[in-house]
């Protein structure tokens, strides 16, 4: 493979140069997640699984309905995740505060120990490409990222940062 380099070309809006974009994100996206995958397997479970383990615990009694709008899946798809979860004794369920009709979503004990092992391989994956990058490259990519969510979105993502 050839060295990538370090700098975008001064033609980045060229076609070929949004592809080169495009790939590596996907290449890199697919290997990073590549780490969990047979932990994932062993428990029976998929990608899916593990977005709704990460962002539960990023935000203990986030509701069903936030949940959804992280995810961006249709209510179906949302619910046999969660009921995977709950029967696996990973995710927890208690009314909403403001709302009893609402439901509240939080990590068990064994749903916590889970996601922070599959945090931890995704970590290391992240951390050594960090390092590699150094933390220009970093804050850089972040924009780029932040520029890829729609502006409505902006604020549920950014509450994410706690």
Do not use: C
């Amino acid at each position: 493979m050839a060295p990538t380099g370090s700098t975008a070309s001064p033609l980045f809006l060229r076609e070929d140069e949004i592809r080169r974009g495009i790939e590596l994100l996907y290449f890199g996206y697919t290997r990073m997640t590549r780490a969990i995958d047979d932990d994932l397997g062993q428990q029976g479970l998929g990608r899916a699984h593990h977005r709704a383990l990460y962002f539960i615990a990023r935000q203990p009694d986030l509701i069903v309905s936030e949940l959804l709008a992280l995810l961006a899946i249709t209510k179906q798809s949302l619910g046999r995740v969660l009921n995977d979860l709950i029967e696996r004794g990973l995710v927890e369920t208690k009314p909403g505060d403001r709302d009893r009709r609402q439901k509240q979503l939080r990590l068990t004990a064994e749903g916590a120990k889970l996601e922070a092992s599959l945090f931890e391989a995704l970590r290391g994956k992240m951390a050594a490409a960090y390092v590699q990058a150094g933390q220009g490259s970093v804050s850089g990519f972040w924009q780029v990222l932040e520029g890829l969510i729609p502006p409505e979105d902006r604020k549920m993502v950014f509450g994410l940062r706690g």
